[in-house]
């Protein structure tokens, strides 16, 4: 619970609420392009863990990238 009360006076309202949103846009993007994905996957008999683990690992490259 201090996290959440430390975070609000740490960053200003506008970079929290941009945070928040561009958060929420990345999670319904997410979902819907996941189960286009999976559906696409199946009717063509492809490994779907293959495409996760592919973008897990590009993820984890880009996240060790940072400062």
């Known amino acids: 619970a201090f996290f959440y009360v430390f975070e609000n ?3 200003p309202t506008q970079a929290r609420m941009t ?10 993007l997410s979902s819907t392009a996941t189960s286009k994905i999976v559906g696409l996957c199946l009717r063509e008999n492809f ?4 495409i996760f683990s592919a973008l897990t ?3 984890m ?5 940072l400062p």
């Open 47 to 50: 490994p779907v863990m293959a």
């Open 61 to 65: 490259i880009i996240i060790a990238k």
């Open 57 to 59: 690992i590009v993820c």
């Open 19 to 28: 945070a928040v949103s561009m958060v929420s846009l990345m999670g319904g």
């Open 9 to 11: 006076e740490l960053f």
